[in-house]
């Protein structure tokens, strides 16, 4: 690999399909996410539909764009945000993630360093999630067309033949279940901004879910999945039960929460319930199972802090309600607008 001056930065050449864009996707791109496809240096991947129709009878296809401020935070930067968001979209089918492709918009002046350890970091978190980078694209903008780097991922999954996930199986009486504490990617981006003086160590949770969703399907049934990303817990919530047309109830004494996002949440007043998440799931679950899919999940790394939060019922279709630890109720309405900007 190419040693990089310290002050090396990406200049519009390297964006004019030329050498120095050439060098760049080499030295940088096809080094880092190592693999047969890729190395064909096609402007497309060629995937073998054998080892697919093998694993499943339906593929699972999700995209997504990160624009993250700042690039870099406790607990991840956009790049392993970039992997673990597509991963997750495509895990939340019960699909097996097998192929990513990326895109890169990169403003003209980044520093060349930054964009190896962005690019390091997707390497080593597909490889944690199992999947590929196969293809991709290079773009770089004049300064101030973009803020520093943009990435979009898309990735292709494979759905067993035997599993149906979606907010339409949901029934009343399912268990509703959170694989850990919610809050914690929208309060650690806020933190890492430096602009409100907040002190603590608090990280995101972005990682990828897969390996807990298959964890969680080989304990139980399952009736749907969705990662609680931008809107957070109550837009996954809401989403749910107005695909399947009924009502949820939420306890909030059950909810998990880190202190310092309980601490953050308080200052500023914001509602954990509405922060990002980069690395947490909800789960539906058929009541009969939902305490063997619950120890499964609390059995793996990434579900450890699992709790059973809610119950959907009958009444009120579409509307979700939290009940109070003195046991009134209020309503979880869909989020309006952004919390935060730029956290994803």
């Known amino acids: 690999m190419t040693v990089l001056a310290k002050d090396a930065i990406i200049t519009l050449a390297h964006g004019s399909g030329g050498q120095a864009m050439q060098q760049l996707i080499e030295t940088h791109f096809v080094a880092a996410f190592d693999n047969s496809e890729l190395a064909l240096m096609e402007d497309q991947a060629q995937l073998p539909l054998a080892e697919l129709t093998l694993a499943g009878d339906r593929l699972s296809f999700a995209t997504d764009s990160f624009v993250v401020d700042p690039l870099e935070f406790p607990g991840g930067d956009i ?12 895990a939340m089918a019960g699909a097996i993630p097998k192929y990513l492709s990326c895109s890169f918009i990169i403003e003209e002046g980044l520093a060349l360093a930054t964009l190896e350890r962005i690019v390091q970091s997707m390497a080593v978190t597909a490889r944690q999630a199992g999947v590929r980078i196969v293809t991709g694209d290079t773009k770089v903008v004049h300064k101030g067309a973009c803020d520093k780097l943009f990435i979009n991922t898309s990735g292709i999954g494979i759905v067993p033949v035997d599993r149906q996930l979606g907010a339409r199986f949901i029934q009343s009486g399912d268990k509703v279940i959170v694989s850990g504490t919610v809050g914690d990617h929208g309060a650690a981006i806020l933190q890492a901004r430096g602009e409100l003086a907040l002190s603590g160590t608090l990280e995101s949770d972005c990682q990828p879910l897969n390996g807990l969703v298959e964890a969680m399907l080989a304990a139980g049934s399952v009736r749907a999945l969705r990662d609680a990303t931008r809107g957070g817990v109550a837009a996954v919530a809401n989403e749910m039960a107005s695909s399947a047309g009924v009502g949820i109830t939420l306890a909030e004494s059950a909810i998990p929460l880190h202190p310092q996002v309980r601490g953050v949440s308080e200052i500023l007043g914001l509602d954990p319930l509405l922060m990002a998440n980069e690395g947490k799931l909800i789960a539906v679950v058929p009541a009969q199972h939902s305490e063997a899919v619950l120890a ?7 579900g450890a802090e699992a709790a059973i939060i809610g119950e959907v019922t009958n009444g009120s279709a579409g509307q979700v309600k939290v009940s109070g630890p003195f046991g009134g109720e209020r309503l979880l309405p869909m989020p309006v607008g952004e919390q935060l900007p730029r956290i994803c």
């Open 79 to 90: 790049g392993k945000l970039a992997v673990c968001g597509t991963v997750n979209d495509v």
């Open 296 to 302: 499964a999940m609390r059995a793996h790394p990434s």
